[in-house]
């Protein structure tokens, strides 16, 4: 008691007490699939609410971008009552952050909210959020990166099913969208696949995927971005329940030592001991970084931590910091083929 005492408070609780040891708390109950509510799904004329829970941005054209991306969509926009404010490189202060949040799920005339960008601070948030009106007003909500704090804790709070997937200022190309249309607007249970093209080449040599340990499995989607994710193991946000979980994590801007690092605090965690299933997207400008002896490769690092559990799992999948973005729903059943790279749902993730 007296050593998680004292790593609690050096901020370290997460990386030395496993996942077992954690209270139960509000929902969970091993994530039944009575407990998981699916948002409705969106069609033309309905309105997305656009928020700003994490950095700000500082120009104007991004905004006006987004608003038009949306409409060609055919959908409405409204813009949050504090998204153009700034608190340092913060979209507003935390009360100005979550506030707007918790009023978007509230508003009757909004149908879904997606954030206009991660960066940093939406962990500073995730005690102010109002956890009761959004499992009373479900709706899609939809980001990357630093908005997996969002996700991981709207989803072990409530059971609603969100979305990792672009942000409002992300490139909205062919790819992304015909993905978010599929499983947001049609109700669709694709097979979410790496594009195939091999252009002038003999063989495909962009968008590989490598199979780490092969094999298929079925279990409930559930991961994001890394640093996000382990930045807030411990607290009483982070799924307690990783049993029938398919892991997917990406990342950006880490050096290896850091991504060893991060898994070594799921291992650590417990996570590793409980997943059926792991999927790593890209690690975007991911270097070995490091000097003198030089630096364990990315594939050394996911090798040494995810082949001794035995389950399928493979790298290399459409998820991160890039233009062509797939939309991952948190808390649906999907089955991962580990031998061809490929993630099928297995079920409509709106109503």
């Known amino acids: 008691m007296q050593r998680r005492k004292f790593l609690q408070n050096i901020g370290l609780s997460s990386l030395a007490i496993p996942l077992s040891s954690y209270a139960t ?3 969970h109950e091993s994530y039944k699939t009575e407990n998981i509510i699916k948002p409705k799904a969106l069609k033309e004329g309905d309105t ?6 994490a950095s700000a941005i500082f120009e104007t054209e991004p905004y006006q971008i987004a608003k038009e991306s949306f409409e060609a969509m055919g959908l409405k926009v409204k813009f949050g009552e504090f998204v153009k404010n700034r608190y340092g490189h913060l979209a507003g202060t935390d009360k100005e952050r979550a506030g707007e949040l918790n009023a978007m799920f509230k508003d009757k ?4 909210i997606i954030a206009l960008r991660g960066g940093s601070g939406s962990a500073r948030i995730l005690e102010l959020l109002d956890y009761d009106a959004i499992k009373a007003n479900p709706k899609i909500f939809i980001g990357y990166s630093d908005i997996t704090a969002l996700h991981l804790a709207i989803f072990e709070k409530t059971g609603l099913v ?26 669709e ?12 080449n003999l063989t495909q040599i962009s968008n590989r995927i490598r199979t780490i340990t092969p094999g298929t499995v079925k279990g409930r989607l559930l991961g994001g971005n890394l640093s996000v994710l382990t930045g807030i193991m411990g607290s009483e946000y982070f799924p307690k329940d990783w049993s029938n979980n398919i892991l997917y994590i990406e990342d950006v801007g880490e050096k290896v030592y850091a991504i060893d690092r991060m898994m070594t605090q799921l291992e650590l965690g417990g996570v590793f001991k409980q997943i ?10 991911c270097d070995p970084g490091g000097s003198g002896y030089g630096s364990l490769t990315l594939e050394e690092v996911l090798d040494h931590y995810i082949k001794p559990l035995g389950i399928p799992a493979f790298s290399g999948a459409m998820i991160g910091h890039i233009d062509d973005n797939s939309t991952i729903p948190n808390g649906i059943e999907a089955k991962t083929d580990a031998d061809a790279g490929t993630i099928q749902l297995l079920e409509a993730a709106v109503i």
């Open 48 to 53: 997305i609410g656009i928020v700003s829970p």
């Open 25 to 27: 708390t509000n929902f």
């Open 162 to 187: 969100t979305f990792h997937a672009p942000v409002a200022v992300s490139t909205w190309n062919t790819f992304s969208v015909s993905h978010l249309k599929a499983i947001l607007f049609n109700k």
């Open 189 to 200: 249970s694709p097979l979410l696949e790496n594009p195939k093209s091999i252009g002038d």
């Open 109 to 112: 005339s909004v149908d879904a």
């Open 276 to 285: 059926k299933g792991f999927v790593f997207g890209k690690c975007t400008e």
